[in-house]
């Protein structure tokens, strides 16, 4: 499907018209298959994946602007991906509320604990916590950064000096130097709320 085709489906399904929505769902779905690798949701099987999924993407159609320069792939991926960290974010809660009114006996004579090198490290769930809030926010700053930012993030990621980006993009160093510090900054700012 061509971006003149989506644009029109998408179009005509905000309209009322939800006879191409299959065929937008259809053209998606790999990236769908592709985040599920990512995360493991307890007790889901494939077919909840592709209910949800159809669910983010009617969503993500009712939603699209494109206006505000995202690809509607783009723009797709990143609502399903926060969709399910949230329902990730939703199922560790329910484990570990769960978790907060046992105690076993054993552990309260101090028995049973896990022994150094025993493989288990109390921190694992913080940091993975972490990663998934880290995840979700990087996501959202990017939304939230210019053309230029992003293009300059991008290239600085591959390991490129702001002299050579600023040649790569045709832009002043200090106009480069700018776009970064300002995408570090919303980048600070949204990990520090």
């Known amino acids: 499907m061509n971006e003149k085709e989506l644009?029109?489906?998408?179009?005509?399904?905000?309209?009322?018209?939800?006879d191409f929505f299959e065929s937008v769902f259809k053209t998606y779905e790999p990236v769908v298959f592709k985040i599920k690798k990512k995360y493991h949701l307890i007790d889901f099987e494939p077919d909840d994946w592709l209910q949800e999924a159809r669910f983010v993407c009617y969503q993500s159609i009712m939603n699209y602007d494109q206006s505000k320069g995202l690809t509607f792939g783009l723009f797709y991926k990143i609502s399903l991906e926060r969709y399910f960290i949230s329902l990730?974010?939703?199922?560790?809660a329910k484990k570990r509320s769960g978790n907060k009114k046992l105690q076993s006996l054993d552990d309260l004579n101090g028995?049973?604990?896990?022994?150094?090198?025993?493989?288990?490290?109390?921190?694992?769930?913080?940091?993975?916590e972490d990663y998934i809030y880290i995840r979700d926010c990087i996501d959202q700053v990017w939304c939230g950064l210019s053309f230029l930012e992003k293009e300059v993030l991008q290239y600085y990621i591959e390991g490129l000096e702001i002299s050579s980006i600023a040649c790569k993009l045709n832009q002043s160093e200090k106009v480069i130097q700018n776009a970064f510090s300002r995408a570090k900054k919303k980048f600070k700012v949204r990990l520090m709320k």
């Open 88 to 92: 990730l974010r939703r199922q560790e």
């Open 7 to 18: 644009t029109e489906y998408i179009f005509s399904i905000k309209s009322g018209n939800d």
């Open 111 to 128: 028995e049973n604990l896990p022994k150094s090198g025993s493989g288990f490290n109390c921190d694992d769930r913080v940091n993975w």
